[in-house]
């Protein structure tokens, strides 16, 4: 067999089988290390399910089949007759584009088969930018798209997408956005470095300063006597403050 100049794993190559042995088969792959397959990786009559006894109710010695690489080994190479999975869990990572097929649509969203073990998810609030009503309004089963990975729980087994998420956000929802902002940032803002108290002696003398009580009946002297002495307190607060901190 020609020379293999790179094994790569879960490329299939066609191998001729050298040797069986009660745990697998030696197999001639054209690669330099030894290829082996597990009686575990084998399948019997293209059905993964159906159990298998001894290696050689699969494979005989000669016998040439196609193999997948499961495994590069240091001093082997694992092979399976199993086709791998496009993506393993550990491959699948939040941000990563993938490419998938839409399988199913349900009110809450479609699911994507992108090669994993399990589908992917797009909820519908993630398939567009716009109001969605239906699943079905955006995407029908068959339909070859790309979504971005949001999250992925490997003990749960699950797998988020985003179709928005690599789409351009509409100019009218960037103008709310932008003016959304602009109104945060013109809120004003309390200083950081007041004191609870010197801000409520700060709001009680704004109010006083905007004739909020200009309506009110007279207070007595001993209230205005009140509202001097916490002026005057708020003034050596933070006259005190100022001189702490130069």
Known sequence: MEQQNEIKAKERYTGTVLKTTLQGALVDIGSEKPAFIHISQAVKDNDPKLPINSIEEVLKKGQELDFWVK???????????????ALEWREIKPGMTVKGTVV???????????GAERPGLIHISELSHSYVRTPGEVVREGDEIEAKVLEVNRRKKQIKLSVKALQELPEELQVDQQVGKQKDEEQPKEDPDLTAMEIAMRQAMEKSESGEDSDAKPKSRKKKGTSSEQEALLSRTLEKKVGQES
């Open 71 to 85: 495994r590069i080994r240091k001093d082997r190479i694992e092979l399976t007759m199993k086709e791998p999975l």
């Open 104 to 114: 199913r649509l349900e009110t809450f969203g479609a699911f994507v088969e992108i």
